[in-house]
């Protein structure tokens, strides 16, 4: 092999991140070599001191990681032999690197999605102390980026939680089919050796919520799919979408125009040039790593199409997309748990936009269908009532009532009552509605699901 081949046949400089799982999954294999009498009771000991002696060695920093050893498994199974002779030789019995490989990256990404649930949790307990923090704040709500009605800011950052817990939903989802054990597959048709495989997957905690060991039933299928990266990228995927959409959110509201919030310095830049700037650099980028995730997510599935049964080398490929989705979205979800405990709001900036913006006419055609005005001719009325209020560049309840007569006669005085902001508001008590009396029951909610908030 020429030095290029080996570099670029070779995964251990990427790889070696597996190194806790593969020791993990050798240990239990051994294990049960044992039990069956496929090795000695002697052997497995060796072999038991040996790994303890790696992991120090990579733990210290003192394992040499060698590219001629082409990846994690080989370079520990050679410092395996080193250490203790042939019983480091025999850890491989009744099983290929293609089942071995297949089984750390499993048992890897199943510690990783458990670190992802915990900052996902930690997430949404900012943004509902946030929402505690702003049940009364007014802000306008949008559709079309235009101003539509006024909601609560609060419930605005409730709509992220549910986002948010949902995909925390879906990561238990993926973490089940995660959650299965390819060893005992082999290379891809199983082996001859009389392998317990239901022992290794309870060693490793590759069971069902009733206890049941989860094992691949198909050799084939176990050494070759990687649905369960690409399912996972997809999970991640979503969850980084959740971030981008309110990263889109936070430097809109952080800009000038809008103003309706405050983000701490650190985590803002200023600019080389104008020293007036300060730039939403976290929120900016987190939404650009959302193009990088879903990029991996491109690349896994495109990697699985085509490729024949069993186990292809083209699978060596879904490491470091699936390796660098995991750092993205922890870093990313850290970060935004702590930004959002940060973040304050100008209740002042968001009354003034929403005035600005005829929040409350949906408010006054409800009122005239009180009155009992069909509400198509309702509104209309209102349409009209919002051009003279334009024209005289004013609100909706700072027009006079005979103006607001003139209308539709059966306004009266109490029309002012809706025409608020906080009226508005109030009003939209359905469940799920922006209603502060809703907003404090969804908070309780969400508290009892996730545990109350230091
Ligand atoms: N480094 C390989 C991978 O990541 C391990 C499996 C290699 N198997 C093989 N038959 N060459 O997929």
Redesign the pocket.
Same mark, same amino acid.
């Given at each position: 092999m020429s030095e290029l081949v080996k570099r670029y046949t070779s995964?251990v400089f990427f %790889?070696k991140r597996l190194w806790q799982a593969d020791i993990q999954g050798s240990l239990a294999h051994a294990e049960m070599l044992a039990n069956q009498r496929i090795i000695t009771a002697a052997d497995h000991a060796s072999i038991q001191d040996g790994m303890a002696t790696i992991t120090l060695e990579i733990e210290s920093g003192a394992f040499e990681w060698q590219l001629d050893l082409? %990846?994690v498994?080989l370079n520990i199974e050679a410092r395996l032999t080193a250490l203790a002779g042939d019983a480091g030789k025999r850890l491989h019995t009744g099983r290929?690197?293609?089942d @071995?490989?297949a089984t750390d990256v499993r048992l890897w990404l199943r510690g990783e999605i458990d670190l992802i649930a915990g900052l996902l949790r930690d997430l949404q307990l900012a943004l509902v102390k946030l929402a505690e923090k702003n049940i009364d704040t007014v802000m306008p709500g949008f559709t079309h980026l235009q101003v539509a009605q006024p909601v609560s800011f609060g419930h605005h950052m409730l709509a992220y939680v549910e986002m948010f817990a949902r995909d925390g939903e879906r990561m238990q989802d993926v973490r089940k089919r995660v959650n299965f054990l390819p060893l005992g597959a082999a290379?891809l048709a199983g082996t001859g050796y009389p392998l317990d495989r239901e022992r290794v997957a309870i060693a490793l905690g590759m069971v069902d919520a009733q206890g049941k060991a989860c094992i691949c039933q198909n050799s084939l299928d176990a050494v070759s799919d990687r649905d369960f990266a690409i399912e996972f990228t997809a999970a991640a995927s979503i969850a980084m979408v959740h971030i981008s959409r309110m990263s889109e959110e936070l430097i809109l509201w952080m800009s000038q125009n809008f103003g309706f919030i405050h983000i701490p310095d650190r985590f803002t830049t200023g600019s080389s040039i104008m020293p007036q700037k300060k730039n939403p650099d976290v929120p900016e980028l987190a939404r650009g790593k959302t193009g990088r995730v879903v990029g991996h997510l491109m690349g896994l599935i495109t990697l699985m199409k085509g490729q024949p049964l069993a186990?292809n /080398?083209d699978? @060596?490929e879904d /490491?470091e997309p699936l390796f660098d989705t995991v750092d993205t979205l922890k870093d990313t979800l850290r970060i935004f748990a702590e930004m959002t405990s940060g973040i304050t709001t100008k209740p002042e900036a968001m009354e003034q936009a929403a005035l600005r913006g005829y929040a409350t006419a949906t408010d006054l055609a409800d009122y005239m269908v009180k009155k009992g005005l069909p509400f198509r001719d309702a509104h209309e009325a209102v349409a009209h009532a919002v051009k003279a209020a334009i024209a005289h560049n004013v609100d909706l309840s700072e027009l006079p009532l005979e103006v607001l007569q003139g209308f539709n006669a059966k306004i009266e005085k109490d029309v002012y009552d809706v025409l608020s902001l906080r009226g508005s508001l109030n009003a939209r008590t359905t469940l799920g509605g922006t209603a502060p009396v809703q907003v404090r029951a969804q908070i309780a909610r969400h508290e009892a699901r996730l545990g109350k908030p230091a």
């Open positions: 995964s %790889d082409e %990846d498994h290929s690197r293609n @071995q490989v290379a186990y /080398k699978n @060596q /490491k």
